[in-house]
């Protein structure tokens, strides 16, 4: 059964910092990996997808890497604005299925 | 392209009472999945359909029913409602595996409170 765990449940940063969230997840048999970002109260909002072929992906100020092998990836966002604040959770597909397992996500905030 | 759309937005129901949440899919995309996400936790999935038919559930009890259209919008029904149902109703639609890196897309979610 596939776990996800995201680590740190909660960050706080002042503005400007460069940070990284992580995610490890326990079936290192999947196809990719999902992060997405949540407002309080709303939907998700698909950030990046990595396929398992794939070492990392980047999109602006985000950069995610993945790591099969070992179980994880990070989620770098570089120079953070109040904006980024947010949670954020990474997802992977259980098994060979389009069932998506999230991690409990990690809430951001970023002070002005 | 419209992306996915949910309705209601919120809803209040008494407990043992019967509710249908909607979902539209986004342009193109034949399956649709269900989550739901309590309170600080990551979404659960309920179950999936591909092209009209259920193509798997998650640990979720038969009260949790859901229906795909030939137009592939979704409804997700839970009959007999416990406390334990209030949560955000998410939907997710995507390209089958194999096509275009079956990224999942999200609507805004229903709100669903039971007292």
């Known amino acids: 059964k596939q776990e996800v765990t995201q680590i740190p449940a909660a960050l706080s940063v002042p503005e400007g910092e460069n940070l990284v969230l992580n995610c490890s997840f326990t079936?290192?048999?999947?196809?990719?990996l999902q992060w997405f970002r949540q407002d309080p109260g709303k939907g998700l909002t698909s950030l990046l997808l990595?396929?398992?072929?794939?070492r990392e992906q980047t999109s602006g100020r985000l950069n995610a890497s993945l790591d099969k092998s070992s179980g994880r990836s990070t989620l770098y966002i570089a120079a953070s604005q109040p904006g980024d604040s947010a949670t954020y959770l990474c997802?992977?597909?259980?098994?060979?299925?389009?069932?998506?397992?999230f991690g409990k996500g990690t809430k951001l905030t970023v002070n002005p | 392209e419209t992306g996915v759309t949910q309705s209601p937005t919120h809803l209040i129901k008494t407990r043992g009472q019967q509710v249908t949440l909607r979902c539209s899919s986004q342009?193109?995309?034949?399956?649709v999945s269900w989550y739901q996400q309590a309170l600080g936790q990551g979404p659960q999935f309920i179950f999936q359909?591909?092209?009209?038919?259920?193509?798997g559930r998650g640990n979720f009890p038969p009260r949790f029913s859901g229906l795909q259209f030939p137009n592939y919008s979704s409804e997700l029904n839970v009959n007999a409602l416990e406390l334990d149902d209030s949560a955000l109703y998410l939907c997710?639609?995507?390209?089958?595996?194999?096509?275009?890196?079956?990224?999942?897309?999200f609507g805004p979610g229903t709100r669903l409170t039971v007292t």
């Open positions: 990595i396929q398992s072929s794939q």
């Open positions: 997710a639609s995507s390209l089958p595996r194999g096509r275009a890196r079956n990224e999942q897309y």
């Open positions: 342009s193109g995309h034949n399956t």
């Open positions: 079936d290192s048999a999947i196809y990719n």
């Open positions: 359909y591909y092209r009209e038919e259920e193509n």
């Open positions: 997802a992977v597909p259980q098994g060979g299925s389009e069932k998506l397992v």
